[in-house]
């Protein structure tokens, strides 16, 4: 069983939905919780880190930890067909090292205009 | 555009050939940090260096090696190559050893070096 659990999509979605992607996980240590996005021949890029357990909103973007169900998600409101890119979701016990994070293999989401 | 230059984009070669994998960290940082990325098993760590020494091993194979120079570039080497090293290689960079975005500063990563092994 994998650490970190990402459902592959491909996820399509109209312009304008509300889009929920989501990551289970297996460890109780982890404690940092992080989403990079993908964009088609492009490496990941950061887009939001939380903490421990509650919400963390940034623009259209809110990011969510339940620790007790070991279950993440990431929400886009009003998504844009420039949200169309791969996002994987990541997670470490500490902040000391990059060598640390655990990534979900991505979800694909399409936005159709 | 994140400031990492990955050289070659695309490269396709045969079994048991080997290949070297160039990487440029934005300007500062001194850290690189080498990823595979492959559909069943997503972004692997393979390894990291700091300011020219090795600080982290992942899940690298003996067959797999790589340095970083006294200009911080890097070089991922892959030899006896099997048809399941055909992957996207990423290339990161952060400006500590951290690499965390909580820790000294997050990972900017490069377009990636795609390779075919036939």
């Known amino acids: 069983q994998k650490e970190v659990e990402q459902d592959p999509g491909p996820l399509s979605v109209p312009e304008g939905a509300i889009v929920s992607l989501n990551c289970t996980y297996s460890n109780s240590a982890f404690q940092y919780f992080m989403w990079y996005r993908q964009y088609s021949r492009k490496g990941p890029e950061l887009l939001m880190y939380?903490?421990?357990?509650g919400n963390k909103e940034d623009g259209r973007f809110t990011a969510q930890v339940d620790k007790s169900s070991k279950y993440i998600s990431l929400f886009i409101r009003d998504s844009q067909p420039s949200d169309s890119a791969t996002y994987l979701c990541?997670?470490?016990?500490?902040?000391?090292?990059?060598?640390?994070?655990?990534f979900g293999s991505g979800t694909r989401l399409s936005i159709r205009p | 555009d994140s400031g990492v230059t990955q050289t070659p984009k695309h490269l396709i070669t045969a079994t048991g050939q080997r290949v070297t994998l160039r990487c440029s960290p934005r300007s500062g940082d001194l850290s690189v940090y080498w990823y595979q990325q492959s559909l069943d098993q997503g972004l692997q760590f393979l390894i990291q260096?700091?300011?020219?020494?090795?600080?982290a091993k992942g899940n690298i194979l003996e067959r797999f090696s790589a340095q970083q120079f006294p200009d911080l570039h890097s070089e991922l080497n892959l030899s006896s190559l099997e048809l399941g090293d055909s992957a996207l290689y990423f290339c990161?960079?952060?400006?500590?050893?951290?690499?965390?975005?909580?820790?000294?500063?997050?990972?900017?990563f490069g377009e990636g070096s795609r390779l075919t092994v036939l």
């Open positions: 990541a997670m470490s016990k500490g902040y000391s090292s990059a060598s640390k994070i655990i």
């Open positions: 990161a960079s952060s400006v500590g050893s951290s690499g965390s975005p909580v820790g000294t500063g997050e990972l900017f």
């Open positions: 260096y700091y300011n020219g020494e090795e600080r």
């Open positions: 939380t903490y421990s357990s």
